[in-house]
Nanobody
Framework: QVHLVESGGGLVQAGGSLRLSCTAF????????MGWFRQAPGKEREFLIV????????YVADSVKGRFNISRDNAKTTVNLQMNSLKPEETAVYYC?????????????????WGQGTQVTVSS
């Protein structure tokens, strides 16, 4: 299994940008996709974006398309989420997720492994 550690959350003004990072530890020798979800208070967890192990496949939720980008390092163990034009309603706990699959596998509805979450607060 993999253990995920997120960093980079914090407070940002509306319209601003923030970058989150997530590093995987453990059984990283197999191919696994990595992505991000978020959960706002009183709401269900929402899928945001995912990237395959190869980096050749990505999928982005409509709600963040054009504003959020994901990248993966050459070692395949760290992903970065670049968030631009943030809105106050995007205040939430952001979770990194991972799941094993083929080199181009991506997930959208859930994953087996989760980070502890990092708080992102967007002030108006």
């Amino acid at each position: 299994q993999v253990h995920l550690v997120e960093s980079g959350g914090g407070l940002v003004q509306a319209g601003g940008s923030l970058r989150l990072s997530c590093t995987a530890f453990g059984r990283t020798g197999s191919t696994f996709a990595m992505g991000w979800f978020r959960q706002a208070p009183g709401k269900e967890r929402e899928f945001l974006i995912v990237i395959s192990w190869s980096g050749e496949s990505t999928y982005v939720a409509d709600s963040v398309k054009g504003r959020f980008n994901i990248s993966r390092d050459n070692a395949k163990t760290t992903v970065n989420l670049q968030m631009n034009s943030l809105k106050p309603e995007e205040t939430a706990v952001y979770y990194c997720a991972a799941d094993y699959g083929g080199r181009n596998y991506v997930f959208t509805s859930g994953a087996r492994y989760w980070g502890q979450g990092t708080q992102v607060t967007v002030s108006s």
